[in-house]
């Protein structure tokens, strides 16, 4: 008798622990500061602002979200400092168990722009499927699947123009995840950019993982390739450093000061230019983030 099946992941979740590891922590382009409150009556109100360093405005937003978790029911509405407004309407596990429906909208008043996303999330023991329709843009009509067994993973994407009747991406992967270790390969934009990645915890203190990338339209040619690493030096603190094949090193340090509030500092250096007295372009990098969560 063969073992029930866990949920695999999304599609757009196929070797998240290797991006999380080399994309997050890293807040060397700018300043940024994050506070998140929550009400008796279950209303999560976040506020957010970020400033890059090359940049001389704030760009932020405020963020109210409200859930009736017996009826599966989220909502919630963002206010942007472009005047953006989103809103998005979540309904999970209502209309049948493991099916998640979602409406995501925009406005910009100014300029009249508006986009509307219907989406429907499936998942079960061994598969996990999503569909959206974009009903401004097209409309689009994408869908997403993955299946998995024994850890190993299988997904496939693609997009079909409803107006124009042909289909105008696609995409496919494979991987294989286990408790300690993933390995996910993409084929991505019509097969034509692909790329590999590997996640492994060495310890519970120490992780690692690295990601390759080949896009077959590039005029540079050559693989981009990345590897980085995180250790914990406590319950309360951690360390990250990645490299690129260009020669850039970043670092991350994120420490938590007490519950709710946590700061992360990040720096990146390109190490072809260390010795320039004046370098040209984007060069070297430092930043801040700060987190609170009452």
């Known amino acids: 008798m063969s073992l029930p099946q866990p949920v695999p992941p999304s599609w757009k979740d196929l070797g998240k622990s290797s991006n999380d590891l080399l994309g997050k922590d890293f807040p060397f382009q700018g300043f940024a500061l994050e506070a998140k409150t929550k009400t ?13 360093a090359s940049a001389s405005q704030i760009v932020g937003d405020i963020e109210a979200k409200w859930s ?16 953006l407004l989103r809103s998005q309407v979540e309904l999970e596990n209502t209309i049948a168990q493991g099916l998640k429906v979602d409406l995501a909208t925009s406005l910009l008043p100014e300029k009249g722009a508006k986009t509307a996303l219907l989406s429907a999330a499936y998942k079960q023991s061994g598969f996990h499927s999503r569909a959206f329709l974009d009903l401004f843009k097209g409309p689009t009509f994408t869908a997403d699947t993955v299946i998995g067994r024994d850890g190993f993973l299988l997904g496939g994407e693609a997009s079909y ?13 494979v991987g294989f995840n286990a408790p300690d270790y993933a390995i996910t390969f993409h084929g991505l934009s019509n097969l034509k950019t692909f790329s590999a990645s590997y996640y492994h915890r060495v310890s519970n203190d120490v992780e690692a993982g690295a990601k390759a990338i080949y896009d077959s339209k590039s005029t540079h040619g050559g693989v981009a390739l990345e590897v980085g690493a995180k250790a914990y030096l406590d319950n309360a603190a951690f360390v990250k450093a990645k490299i690129n094949n260009s020669g850039v090193i970043a670092l991350g340090y994120t420490q938590s000061l007490r519950p709710g509030v946590k700061a992360a500092f990040g720096l990146a250096l390109d190490t072809q230019k260390l010795n320039d007295v004046s370098p040209s372009g984007p060069c070297h990098q430092v930043g801040l983030s700060l987190t609170f969560d009452s």
């Open 161 to 173: 123009n409803v107006t124009e009747g042909n289909i105008t991406k696609y995409a496919a992967a």
């Open 40 to 52: 008796p009556s279950g209303v999560t109100f976040k506020v957010g602002g970020n400033r890059a």
């Open 68 to 83: 009736e978790r017996k009826h599966g029911l989220t909502v919630t509405n963002t206010w942007t400092t472009a005047n």
